[in-house]
């Protein structure tokens, strides 16, 4: 059974859809974005505006929005500096206590400690759980090792806006059937089509797949050459419902996440970092890796974003229940992972 066609503009599915599968388990960061204490992430998921800090005691996350005037504590986006509101100077705890209030009323005060949310790590990724209890993490671990990725501080960061809703974006990477009709200047002159060897497999809320040229493409030989460790691969993970990590050559390491804005506008966040292959290299060598890397990428999704918000506008129109192919058994995996969330059928 797949997703219904409503379920990718209906805005009283996407708030549902905040509620219960983005409640469950939301990316919150990587271990390079909260590496020193005060260092945080703020968010925006609907309607909670959150926190993500590095404290004393670990990584924790609260409620932004300031006890006196609702003023955000955290700007969006990150950074580092103290828990405290720009307003007036209100400041938080560890715990998210309220800490200090200058010039005030103690009396007035009736609330004194912001809402928390528990956050869950593995491999130096950090999840967030907005209904309360601990985001489950037990197949990350697999995902990572499954796909070679080791995340690290990232060489490039960038978002981009889609006129899609965010369920196109999932779909849209989790098969390789459009490679060969899409990606005519990134990924196809990589060696990697539509026709080439492909592998995948999917667990309770994750999917990983490995895809690999035609032998009359295959590069190994050539990249070894250049880094002993390398290989011609791409491989890919998937955290539901919006992380995605992906190793091209076991040299470039890429970690991008997906924002729901509203039923149909997304963002995706996406950042590139060097594997240790990558680093083991000559500088100058790495840096020309680098450079080509950002080129491969900003290509690779200026590409998908034509095909993906295409999608959202024939889903607007009259049209059918999507008939999938053997080639798209992740997106029959993901349909899956939704519909055992959300009555939305």
């Not at 680098?290 to 993906?308: C, G, M, P, S």
Request: hydrophobic residues 40%; contains cysteine.
């Amino acid at each position: 059974m797949s997703i219904d066609r409503r379920c990718y503009g209906d805005p009283g599915v996407f708030a549902r859809e905040l509620e219960t599968i983005f409640a469950e388990r939301l990316f919150a960061g990587t271990r390079a974005d909260f590496a020193r204490p005060d260092d945080y992430r703020s968010l925006r998921i609907g309607r909670k505006a959150v926190t993500i800090r590095r404290t004393r005691s670990g990584v924790r996350a609260f409620d932004n929005v300031c006890l006196h005037r609702n003023a955000l504590i955290d700007l969006p986006g990150c950074g580092n500096r103290p828990f405290r509101c720009g307003y007036h100077g209100w400041s938080y705890a560890d715990d998210g206590a309220l800490a200090a209030a200058p010039l005030v009323d103690k009396a007035s005060i009736a609330r004194c400690r912001l809402g928390s949310y528990p956050v869950s790590e593995s491999g130096g990724l950090h999840f967030l759980g907005l209904r309360g209890a601990a985001p489950v993490v037990d197949e990350v671990a697999q995902v990572l090792a499954d796909t070679g990725v080791v995340p690290d501080t990232p060489f490039h960061a960038a978002v981009m806006e889609h006129a899609c809703n965010w369920k196109l974006l999932v779909e849209n990477v989790l098969e390789g059937y459009h490679l060969s009709f899409v990606h005519g200047d990134s990924f196809r002159p990589a060696g990697f089509t539509s026709t080439g060897r492909y592998a995948w497999h999917g667990g309770r809320y994750t999917s990983w797949n490995e895809m690999l040229p035609v032998d009359a493409a295959d590069k190994t030989a050539a990249l070894r050459r250049l880094a002993p460790k390398a290989g011609h691969f791409y491989r890919h993970g998937y955290v539901f419902p919006d992380l995605f990590l992906s190793n091209t050559n076991g040299l470039v390491g890429f970690l991008s996440h997906v924002i729901p804005v509203d039923a149909t506008r997304a963002q995706l966040a996406w950042q590139l970092f060097e594997l240790p292959a990558l680093k083991a290299l000559p500088p100058a060598l790495r840096q020309h890796m680098r450079e080509e890397a950002i080129a491969f990428t900003q290509q690779a999704l200026a590409e998908d974003k034509i095909l993906v918000e295409a999608c959202q506008q024939g889903l607007e129109a009259d049209g059918f229940a999507v008939q999938l192919q053997p080639q798209e058994a992740r997106i029959a995996h993901f349909h899956a992972l939704y519909l055992a969330r959300t009555n939305d059928v």
